[in-house]
Each structure stands twice: as C-alpha cells, then as structure tokens.
Nanobody
Framework: QVQLVESGGGSGQAGGSLRLSCAAS????????MAWFRQAPGNEREWVAG???????TYADSVKGRFTISQDDAKNTLYLQMNSLKPEDTATYYC??????????????????WGQGTQVTVSS
C-alpha cells in the first residue's frame, strides 16, 4: 500500500534553515501531485506548497520566497527546503499525495494519502 514517511524535522533558530524529506512508496502511477501541509497546536492544518510530476510548483503566500519544494523521481522522495525560518513556521509538517488534480492545491480533500508528520520548532 501507499506509504509516506517524513524525516528531517527538528529545532532551528529564526533565520536558519531546515530540509524536510518525504519518502514515498507502494504505488506505480507515473503522474501525481504532492504537497506539504503544516499544523500548529490549536490551528487548522494548512497547505504550504505543492508540486506535480512535471515539476510545476506552487506556494502559500506565507512561505513564498523562503521555502522550496522539489522532488527526486529516481528516489521517489519529496523535499521541502526551508530557509529564513520564522517562529511562526513552528508546526508539525505533513506530506500528502494525490493521483488526481481537483483544482485546489490547498484543499485537504484533494489528497488521499498522508505521512505521519515531522515536528519543526523555530526559536527566536
């Protein structure tokens, strides 16, 4: 079955960088849509960035210019490079996978598969 396993979370200082990874397995579809979401305590899970198999990427305004989403097709791995971190980036980060595009990258309902999450904590 489809599995998504995140890694790379941890603690960082404001202004620093972290890179998250999401290893995907258990499927053979050649075209997919992957995304990163995050959820801070007491908040809704929010979309951060998305990328399709053609490499087209899109970002939430709150991270545009600071975060970069990418994927290594050979390794079936999704990445999120986070630079210029801010304390408000503190959250549990989840990767998500869909095999169809619903028209709204930011909607949780578009994604059928989710990882278990990795914690990112940014101190000021």
């Amino acid at each position: 079955q489809v599995q998504l396993v995140e890694s790379g979370g941890g603690s960082g200082q404001a202004g620093g960088s972290l890179r998250l990874s999401c290893a995907a397995s258990g499927y053979t579809a050649s075209w997919n849509y992957m995304a990163w979401f995050r959820q801070a305590p007491g908040n809704e899970r929010e979309w951060v960035a998305g990328i399709d198999s053609g490499g087209r990427s899109t970002y939430a305004d709150s991270v545009k210019g600071r975060f970069t989403i990418s994927q290594d097709d050979a390794k079936n791995t999704l990445y999120l490079q986070m630079n210029s971190l801010k304390p408000e980036d503190t959250a549990t980060y989840y990767c998500a996978l869909s095999f169809r595009y619903s028209g709204t990258w930011y909607s949780r309902s578009m994604y059928n598969y989710w990882g278990q999450g990795t914690q990112v904590t940014v101190s000021s």
